[in-house]
């Protein structure tokens, strides 16, 4: 496709349970970055890869977050042991390259429901 | 550490109103500005951008002008339309190129 595709577009996990998200990001793009967007506010950063490499994650709230992009194309973020304040949409990003300084392009991200 | 400020919603204007959405930042070296804007039920989609001093970024009628000596990216429209009602996020990019948002201003035109 020509944007960046997440999957799934909802989900609704128990809490405790542990779910994965995932983003593929435009064809070529090498940079690609994970928000965080709690309702009323909003996209916070959360981590960001440069091909395969994750270069900061500084923005993963807890341990229990983890993310990965194995290949350099399509990117997973896990969070195990949910919890009620995870319950936010998390947005998947990408860009051609950090040296362009061009614009991130979003997809339409998935909600996470946590009960 | 780099952050954006934008004016509080939801802003309620007529439609062909002048429309003005305030946003500030405060950011080390020179980022790059952007307005975002999230239609109903839609992902995040660029509507304009500004990468140095004095730049006008403009698209589909909305202009922002980056205003290095007020560190001010404010976004207007000349006549606003009922297709407009969306959430808007001022967004800057700084050296590390992660993006940081504004809180989002909701925007609602009535007809």
């Known amino acids: 496709g020509a944007g960046v595709s997440q999957s799934p577009r909802y989900k609704v996990a128990k809490r405790g349970q542990d779910v994965a998200l995932r983003c593929d990001p435009i064809s070529g793009h090498v940079s690609l970055f994970w928000y965080q967007q709690a309702l009323g506010q909003g996209p916070e950063f959360l981590t960001y890869?440069?091909?395969?490499?994750?270069?900061?994650k500084s923005g993963l709230p807890s341990d229990r977050f983890f993310a990965e992009r194995p290949e350099g194309s399509v990117s997973t973020l896990k969070i195990q042991r949910t919890q009620q304040e995870d319950s936010a949409v998390y947005l998947c990003a990408s860009s051609l390259d950090i040296a362009t300084m061009g614009p991130q392009h979003f997809g339409d991200g998935t909600r996470l429901s946590i009960l | 550490g780099d952050s954006v400020t934008q004016m509080e919603g939801p802003v309620t204007l007529s439609e062909e109103a002048f429309l003005t959405i305030n946003c500030t930042y405060t950011a080390t070296g020179y980022p790059s500005l952007f307005w975002y804007v999230q239609y109903p039920g839609e992902g995040l989609q660029l509507l304009l951008k500004?990468?140095?001093?004095?730049d006008k970024g403009s698209n589909k009628g909305f202009e922002a002008t980056y205003r290095k000596e007020t560190t001010s990216f404010h976004l207007e429209k000349g006549s606003v339309q009922v297709s407009d009602s969306a959430v808007y996020f001022c967004a800057l990019n700084g050296r590390d190129d992660k993006i940081i948002f504004g809180k989002g201003t909701r925007l609602h035109i009535l007809p």
């Open positions: 890869f440069q091909n395969e490499a994750q270069l900061d």
């Open positions: 500004a990468t140095k001093a004095d």
